[in-house]
């Protein structure tokens, strides 16, 4: 696995924008699906693969393992057989709820427009 700030050009002096540095931490496809779930509470690796089956396990856990770098998301390792690794928000994590949050609503006004125009158009046709 690489290093995603280098494959996007993000400036090594911080100098980027900051929606720029922001979907950088966040975007992706999975990112930000991964982040509204952990708002309702820890998860384990595999609830992750129950709650959005079109992931592979590799991309869920390179979407995992970049949140933790990026102090966004807390992995805890309990030891007992078999293993049991949990996943929840950070303090830090947690400061994005509020974008998540108007994330959500935005999409759902977008889905709600959608259903209009289609409506509207299939009116026209």
Same mark, same amino acid.
């Given at each position: 696995m690489g290093d995603r700030r280098k494959k996007y050009g993000v400036s090594p002096d911080m100098q980027a924008c900051p929606v720029e540095t922001?979907?950088?931490v966040i975007g992706g496809k999975w990112k930000g699906i991964i982040l509204y779930q952990l708002l309702n509470g820890t998860k384990r690796f595999n609830e992750? /693969? /129950?709650l959005n089956p079109g992931i592979t396990q590799f991309m869920l856990t390179l979407q995992l393992r970049e949140l933790e770098r990026d102090g966004i998301i807390h992995r805890e390792i309990y030891k007992e057989v078999p293993p049991r690794v949990e996943y929840s928000l950070t303090d830090f994590g947690r400061t994005l709820e509020p974008v998540i949050m108007?994330?959500?609503?935005w999409g759902e006004s977008y889905k709600v427009r959608l259903s209009e125009n289609l409506t509207t158009q299939g009116e026209e046709s």
């Amino acid at each position: 696995m690489g290093d995603r700030r280098k494959k996007y050009g993000v400036s090594p002096d911080m100098q980027a924008c900051p929606v720029e540095t922001t979907l950088d931490v966040i975007g992706g496809k999975w990112k930000g699906i991964i982040l509204y779930q952990l708002l309702n509470g820890t998860k384990r690796f595999n609830e992750f /693969r /129950r709650l959005n089956p079109g992931i592979t396990q590799f991309m869920l856990t390179l979407q995992l393992r970049e949140l933790e770098r990026d102090g966004i998301i807390h992995r805890e390792i309990y030891k007992e057989v078999p293993p049991r690794v949990e996943y929840s928000l950070t303090d830090f994590g947690r400061t994005l709820e509020p974008v998540i949050m108007l994330m959500k609503a935005w999409g759902e006004s977008y889905k709600v427009r959608l259903s209009e125009n289609l409506t509207t158009q299939g009116e026209e046709s």
